[in-house]
């Protein structure tokens, strides 16, 4: 089985300062940024639009990028931040071997995040700083999501 999933890289700058939105999924130790699968007939806009709400409370203002679709709606171009996929995949308790793609989109949101969401909790904004020593420590934020975060630490503004 192959997962496909819509994540939110969500800014906001606060007195000056650029901050993400992080959480934690379920019982995970790491942290990560908000999202998740998207369903059967859903565009992965509408995936994340979902997702955002479900997971932090939060309303998706902006999508950097861009999407359209084909003439006929059934196909739906867009241009993430970020793409990944998990390489080796793992095997369910039921034994069955799966894998996760996925894309990043950087946004802003309106709102204020829930305390806990649907399977997330500890849902904070994190500084830069913050966000490159959860890095910088084994185990404490998602592989899939780490290279979003450092592109995010890439830029400049």
């Known amino acids: 089985m192959i997962w496909f999933n819509a994540r939110a890289v969500i800014e906001k700058i606060e007195n000056g300062k650029r901050m993400v939105l992080i959480q934690r999924r379920g ?4 942290f990560e940024f908000p999202g998740g699968c998207i369903e059967w007939g859903e565009s992965v806009i509408d995936a994340l639009h979902r997702e955002v709400m479900e997971e932090t409370g939060l309303t998706v203002t902006r999508i950097h990028g861009f999407e359209s679709y ?9 241009k993430p931040y970020s793409v990944f996929l998990n390489i080796h995949g793992w095997t369910d308790p039921s034994g069955e071997r799966s894998k996760s793609v996925g894309v990043h989109f950087k946004c802003e949101a309106d709102g204020e995040p829930l305390e806990e969401g649907d399977n997330s909790a500890e849902i904070q904004w994190a500084t830069p700083e913050k966000l490159r020593v959860l890095l910088d420590e084994p185990d404490m934020f998602g592989n899939m999501d780490r290279g979003a975060a450092e592109l995010y630490l890439s830029e400049k503004n």
């Open 27 to 30: 019982d995970a130790k790491h």
């Open 70 to 78: 084909a003439h006929n709606g059934e196909v739906e171009y867009v």
